[in-house]
Nanobody
Framework: VQLQASGGGLVQPGGSLRLSCAGA????????IGWFRQAPGKEREGVSF????????HYADSVKGRFTISRDNAKNTVYLQMNSLKPEDTAVYYC???????????????????WGQGTQVTVSS
């Protein structure tokens, strides 16, 4: 199993970034993909995930209306478009994969069995 997160960087407040999570070695189409983030001194938190069963998307309240998750199964890639970025979005962002199709479980990182390396997002002027 491989997950490769990329696309992080330094951006000014109000700016945008698009993160990518490329997967290999597992049934990408049949897997939920989640994005989590961890800021310095804080616990890792769920940001967004996309369910494999129905393609439904879900977001943490802190990013609703600003972030959009999508997937391209032909490219085995999930994207996280992040707009209107705020300094509090600064964190290392991780993508992870889960075999669960139960939406309620996918809010918990315990549902994910494989994690990619993180990509740093810094929002600062």
């Amino acid at each position: 199993v491989q997950l490769q997160a990329s696309g992080g960087g330094l951006v000014q407040p109000g700016g945008s970034l698009r993160l990518s999570c490329a997967g290999a070695g597992f049934s990408f189409r049949g897997s939920a993909i989640g994005w989590f983030r961890q800021a310095p001194g804080k616990e890792r938190e769920g940001v967004s995930f996309i369910n494999s069963r129905d393609g439904s998307t879900h977001y943490a309240d802190s990013v609703k209306g600003r972030f959009t998750i999508s997937r391209d199964n032909a490219k085995n890639t999930v994207y996280l478009q992040m707009n209107s970025l705020k300094p509090e979005d600064t964190a290392v962002y991780y993508c992870a994969t889960s075999r669960s199709v139960i939406t309620s479980t996918l809010f918990s990182e315990r549902a994910y069995y494989y994690w990619g390396q993180g990509t740093q997002v810094t929002v600062s002027s």
